[in-house]
């Protein structure tokens, strides 16, 4: 049983010389059969199987993970939370996931170091503040804290942004969140592990799943790496992994898989307490607690299943950076890397049954936005899950929406860069 | 810089070129019969191979939409033929 954490047991253990604490999370061996499985261990496919145990009392629960939980796009993020999107639908569902985050580290017992610093969407033409303005009285009408900022308040926020004379984008305003800002991206896996582990779910890594098993249209259970195991609820929460692992199913989906990358500077004292994207230069940055810039930008433009990003894109986002924040030239870059992300044409995600296949649920498509989600994404599997019926929340995600032409453009909606 | 063939002007540096789509779709016919279901499929189904993908891009240079077939994961191009050399 793992020790709750606390200032008490930290403060007992500083005594004992730290000998006491024992795993987070149980290292599990698959057993012969489940109430229900999950395929993939990063942040959804996790809190999935935390909400199963919690919400439902199903706790006969497997999380299989071909590599180390958090090691795919969970951890390959820039750790922004946010619910500022612009359609009714869209906005219930990532606030959810930022109204759970409040609460997480409570609900968790372990800090996911969740700062709620802000983040502001900038503009620099007077056609870009319109758009501005549009989804910000769109978030009020949702119910969330969006509003528009003049310019004067974004660019005080921001100390170092270039607003010289000869600057390319001087800064106009936009939308500002509030509630928004980051979270450690590692520590929401592990709070999850740690807390499904301790309700009796098997978290079991290096377990490659390579046959789904179905019966006359039903799930019957999954071959691994590690042998056969026998469920009758399934669930796929593998991000640019899924179309592989359901098209044996006979399961089509709209995905195209493109690596998205993110970078890290060297560390620096605190320069930067908001989340920032520009909408001139399509870059994103925060700054983390350990001192370092984070960030990121748009797509490599190429479909691709390997975790590496191409030249171009790097070239375009790190420019971007420095066209805003001159002074970050004489940093050093400390990392660069890339995730598979599953973009869906409306870029929106996935949820919902697979269609023809009884027992089988998938969670995909978040393309570059799954890490703000997680809680929701698995609050809303788990329900899936349990009932066999859609949360109301999760119904507008449907894979129909794309016979019906339902959908739902966050792409053209909240101008999302993908 | 990844460097991809055209079949027209030769190899050129990626951000000249688009990808378009996954090869090998045929428009269902005739449209008063087709179904939501089959042009939904014919719309938005991707396989989105790991490995080998055969792909139509678009070289926005000289305006040419060809077929190149490459490893999704190694990034390697196997081989670039115009459409009108293309079986499917």
Redesign the interface.
Known sequence: MTTRYSSLALLREGFRGHRGWRPAWAKATPQPAYDAVIIGGGGHGLATAYYLAKNHGIRRVAVLEKGWIGGGNTGRNTTAVRSNYFYPESVALYDLALRLYEGLSRELNFNVMLSQRGMLIAAHTPAQMEICARIANAMMLNGVDGELMGPKEAIARLPLLNQTADARYLCLGGIWQGRAGIARHDAVAWGYARAASALGVDIIENCAVTDLRIENGSVKGVATSLGEIRTERLAVAAA??T??LV?GAGV??????YALQAFVSEPVKPCLDTVLLYLGTGTYVSQSDKGELVFGGGLD??????QKG???AQEKVVAGLLEMFPAFAQLKLLRQWAGVV?VV?DSSPVIGPAPGVEGLYLNCGWGTGGFKAIPAGGWLLAHLLATGQHHEISRPFDLDR???GRLIDEAAGAGISH | ??IFPCPFCGPRE??EF??AAEAGKVRPEPAAKVS??EW??Y?????????I?R?IWYHQTCGTYFLMTRD????DVKDSRFLSEAST
């Open positions: 640019g992994a179309p592989g098209a089509h989906l709209p995905i195209h898989t433009r190429v479909p691709t299943h390997g191409n030249l171009p599953d044409p794309f016979i019906k | 810089m990844q990626e951000h688009l990808f939501d279901e939904a499929a719309l938005y189904h991707n396989d989105a191979p790991k490995g993908a792909e999704t994961v190694t990034r």
